[in-house]
């Protein structure tokens, strides 16, 4: 499992992972790594290397088909949406999907609509090392550890309490009591020991004691300018993760496009006007949260 890094586009953090367990997302996201710059190929893993990179260990042969099968049947109500007015499409992440138990081995391809989601990465993507999400236990405390590792050289990540309820498939049930001990608890415990200084703010509503808001701290990782420009990225806790060298090489053409053109105030509100309603409403929140103060 040394040195396997899961790299993704940040639009897949916006796909809330509905009803799957602890073990189903370490599934989910070794498939993903698989698949990384495969474009729409058909690729097979071996049952064996499966389990190693999941951590699955202790199960049937049986009931390791099952929580295949359990996977897929749960990506398939996962569905990645663009909207446009009140138009919209959808997508499903996986168009092909065989589990062969006889030979042990998966056979699984992306959706040629969503391979930029996996395939030729260069701003705007997340990494994290696949050993230190499939250590976690609860499903909590994997799915936002998934979502400030996007925000991890800057430290902070604010949440409307819909959309965190949203983002991390909490219960409707759930009160904000429940959502301290199942919720909030776990994800300090768990989070703390690969986010330094983790601290968890609830921000109510003006005139209000309802929550509104629920806010992420931590230390932020350093990046390290070298004399050629080229930057890198340096915890202060011991980091495994790998930037491969195609990634590198589309960063620094990236970088090249990127370094004379600087968004102004109205480009960022030029960008947001051109969302969808329902994510133009919480970008435009953070706007104001993040510039206007």
Known sequence: MAGETVIY???????????????????????CNKLKEQNTRKLQIDFKELKHLSNYYHRSLDRFTQDLEQVYDKMLMLTYSQRSGKNFEKFVLFTSYKVNVDDQYLEIAINPDLKHILNSI??????????????????????????????????????????????????????????????????????????????????????????????FCFEPENRITTKKGNSKSVKSTDSREITPEWLLKNEKEEDKRNKNHTNTDEDIKAFILKQPEDKKQYLMKEYNYLFKG
């Not at 586009?9 to 498939?31: A, G, H, Q, W, Y």
């Open 122 to 215: 260069t701003g705007n993507f997340t990494k994290f090392e696949l050993e230190e999400l499939s250590k976690l236990k609860s499903s909590y405390s994997k799915n936002m550890f998934r979502l400030l590792k996007q925000y991890k050289h800057t430290g902070f990540l604010k949440l409307d309490i819909h959309d965190f309820r949203e983002r991390l498939d909490i219960p409707n049930s759930y009160k904000m009591n429940d959502i301290n001990k199942r919720v909030l608890k776990p994800i300090i415990k768990e989070l703390d020991k690969l986010f330094n200084n983790l601290s968890v703010n609830k921000v109510q509503a003006k005139g209000s004691r309802k929550i509104e808001w629920i806010e």
């Open 9 to 31: 586009k940040n639009d897949l953090n916006l796909v809330p992972l509905r009803r799957f367990t602890s073990t189903e997302i370490d599934l989910f996201f070794v498939m």
